[in-house]
Nanobody, 123 residues
């Protein structure tokens, strides 16, 4: 069974930074992409960023140039560095595993989810 465990959420002031972690004990990130999604109050879950096993990354438009997704060489941990946070970034952030990027550029969401971690940005 795939387990994804997030940590690092919290409360931060407008303009601040946080770093989220997602750790897996399995090999899911070696063969499939890892991604971060978020769900803001009253909104649907949206893609924040993903990273493929080869290291290719992509970001949602709202976070591009502010957030950075990385992984360790062992592909057991994925991080999301979030800089210049604003109140619109307030959300529950979820780690996702099992997704993949097709050759035509289509992103396919994975079926494995972490429990989520709350990020709150105060104005």
């Amino acid at each position: 069974q795939v387990q994804l465990v997030e940590s690092g959420g919290g409360f931060v002031q407008d303009g601040g930074s946080l770093k989220l972690s997602c750790r897996t004990s399995g090999k899911i990130f070696r063969s499939n992409a890892a991604a971060w999604y978020r769900q803001r109050p009253g909104n649907q879950r949206e893609l924040v960023a993903f990273i493929t096993p080869a290291g290719k990354t992509d970001y949602g438009g709202a976070v591009k140039d502010r957030f950075t997704i990385t992984s360790d060489n062992a592909k057991t941990t994925v991080w999301l560095q979030m800089n210049n946070l604003n109140p619109e970034d307030t959300a529950v952030y979820y780690c996702n595993g099992g997704g993949y990027l097709a050759l035509d550029g289509t992103w396919y969401i994975g079926e494995h989810w972490g429990q989520g971690t709350q990020v709150t940005v105060a104005s």
